[in-house]
Every structure is written in structure tokens, then in C-alpha cells.
């Protein structure tokens, strides 16, 4: 079954504690994504990747990063979590070639909490 | 850059009846896709329903349909004999379809829940 997968699902943590968020996709997608959904805002792109070693920023990147040193595989890391880093998590995937309307599948969602 | 506006922030809808959830959009991307996906309250995005720029036709998938209307920027979706397990969180979306220097984001309006009433 074609999926993205996100883990955790849910994660409650305190202020400067590092975590990472793992994404993985089995469809041998090339574009990978992360955003972030807050209530009023909708979802905003993180980083994203075109390619294995191939990453760059999205409209808010402060705060995360990220790496991809397999095609599969796409982890968000949290160096020093903030309270205002509180948010549900999405990660998302397609296949990378112009004019095609193949939608972007996205994980279940990681909720995370920072206290 | 772009812009999704969804300016609908909730909507109650009797059930079997025909719901339209607005969407308008603006971009400097010649050429664009419009996507929207439904987020039940168990969080999950759930790709509905695409329409191109290009496409001379109206998308339609199952009860869904788009109704796109490119010279007012609009984009609305349509879903036909609502459901109750229709109730959810709807999100218009898009992207420019000519690579901007690989960056295949997508850009989210603010999003409409959808509450149908049995």
C-alpha cells in the first residue's frame, strides 16, 4: 500500500528538549515536504526536498531542520523546541516533474505539544 | 506567490443536500493546479480532487465536482447529496506546475469546516 508515514504520532515535551520527527514514503518519490498547520493559518511549508542531499527552505523554517540521506526518509528536527513550535505536523511527498497533477500524499499528522 | 482565500470559515449543510465551498486564488504562475483535500477530525489529509489552468473541462470525482471559473480566479467545490461522514475540514490548494527552481509547494487557504445536519 502506497503511504506516507509519519512517527510519533503524538508527542508531549518541555522546552530545549531536541526531538526528531521521522517521515518515510514508499513510493520512490523524489519531493518530500514538511509543513505545519495552525488554527486561522492552514498549512505552511517547513523545508522541502527535490532529491536525496537536496533540501531547502520553505515560508517558515525557523526553528527546524531537516536532512535526507536516503530517498525514502525525511526527518524534521527540533534542536531546541519553543512553545510556539506547538502544532500539528505533515509530511508529504510526490513524484518531482513539471505540469503534472499528481497531488502531494501526505502522513497522518504528528501532533506536537511543547510545554 | 500565491494566494488561497477560502472565506467560508464554517458551514452547516442538511444532509442529501448540495454544498459549494468557495475558493479564489491568485498567482503569477502562468500555468497552475488547484487541489483540494478534506481533513476529517482525525487529522489526516485526504486528496479529493485536482483541476489545471490548462484543463478546458471541470474536474469531477465521484460527488465531487470543480467548479472553475479561471477569468474570476475561482475554484469552488461542489459536493453533490451530502453525507453525513462529509463533515470535515476542507482545503483549497495550489501550485505553480512549472518548477520554481524544484520547489513543489503547495500553498493552503485557510480552510471550511463542513458540518452536515442529519
Known amino acids: 500500500e502506497a503511504q506516507v508515514t509519519q512517527n510519533p504520532r503524538y508527542l508531549i515535551t518541555v522546552t530545549g528538549k531536541k526531538l526528531t520527527v521521522t517521515c518515510s514514503q514508499n513510493?520512490?518519490?523524489?519531493?518530500m515536504s514538511w509543513y505545519r498547520q495552525d488554527p486561522g493559518l492552514g498549512l505552511r511549508q517547513i523545508y522541502y526536498?527535490?532529491?536525496?542531499?537536496?533540501?531547502d527552505k520553505g515560508d517558515v523554517p525557523e526553528g527546524y531542520k531537516v536532512s535526507r540521506k536516503e530517498k525514502r526518509n525525511f526527518p524534521l528536527i527540533l534542536e531546541s523546541p519553543s512553545p510556539n513550535q506547538t502544532s500539528l505536523y505533515f509530511c508529504?511527498?510526490?513524484?518531482?516533474?513539471?505540469?503534472?497533477?499528481?497531488?502531494?500524499?501526505f502522513g497522518d499528522g504528528t501532533r506536537l505539544s511543547i510545554l | 506567490a500565491q494566494k488561497i482565500t477560502q472565506t467560508q470559515p464554517g458551514m452547516f449543510v442538511q444532509e442529501k443536500e448540495a454544498v459549494t465551498l468557495d475558493c479564489t486564488y491568485d498567482?503569477?504562475?502562468?500555468?497552475?493546479?488547484l487541489f483540494w483535500y478534506k481533513q476529517p477530525s482525525s487529522g489526516e489529509m485526504i486528496f479529493l480532487i485536482y483541476?489545471?489552468?490548462?484543463?478546458?473541462q471541470n474536474a469531477t470525482e465521484g460527488r465531487y465536482s470543480l467548479n472553475f471559473q479561471k477569468a474570476r480566479k475561482s475554484a469552488n467545490l461542489v459536493i453533490s447529496a451530502s453525507q453525513l461522514g462529509d463533515s470535515a475540514m476542507y482545503f483549497c490548494?495550489?501550485?505553480?506546475?512549472?518548477?520554481?527552481?524544484?520547489?513543489?509547494?503547495?500553498?493552503f487557504g485557510t480552510g471550511t469546516r463542513l458540518t452536515i445536519i442529519p
Open positions: 508529504a511527498s510526490s513524484p518531482h516533474r513539471d505540469f503534472s497533477n499528481q497531488p502531494q500524499h
Open positions: 513510493m520512490n518519490h523524489e519531493y
Open positions: 526536498s527535490m532529491n536525496v542531499e537536496v533540501t
Open positions: 498567482t503569477s504562475d502562468p500555468s497552475y493546479g
Open positions: 483541476q489545471g489552468s490548462y484543463d478546458q
Open positions: 490548494a495550489m501550485r505553480g506546475l512549472i518548477s520554481n527552481f524544484g520547489n513543489e509547494k503547495l500553498t
